[in-house]
């Protein structure tokens, strides 16, 4: 079913998702592999009656989050309110190696509607 921030799915149902929302993460764009800058996806499997914690009050966010995307949460409820209710992901080295790597990567998304988490 189609969903939005407004149109929440109904009880037993899930919402649609359209691949191109990754673009330029794409099989057509050989997901960056022809650029040497590869997509990486992360994947959700379900876990039963897990519900997400939702960060939406830029005031409250938890003191380990990076800065970067508290910056970015503030900005995002300052301009689109209704739209905060999400699930925040960072994506962070864990050796000085790994965080001189990922600062060329560009992230697409953010965030992740609860959504397209069923329960």
Known sequence: ???????????????????NAFAPCTKENNFGYHQARPCIFLKLNKIYNWEPDLYNDSKALPERMPT??????????????????????????????DVEILNHVITIHVWVSPLLFPI
Do not use: Y
Not at 1 to 19: H, L, R
Not at 73 to 97: F, Y
């Open 68 to 97: 970067e995307l508290k910056s970015h949460i503030t900005e995002k409820q300052s301009l689109r309110p209704n739209q905060t209710n999400v699930v925040w992901i960072s994506c962070e080295g864990e050796n000085p190696a």
């Open 1 to 19: 079913m189609n969903c939005s921030f407004e149109n929440p799915p109904t009880p037993g149902k899930v919402c649609a998702f359209d691949a």
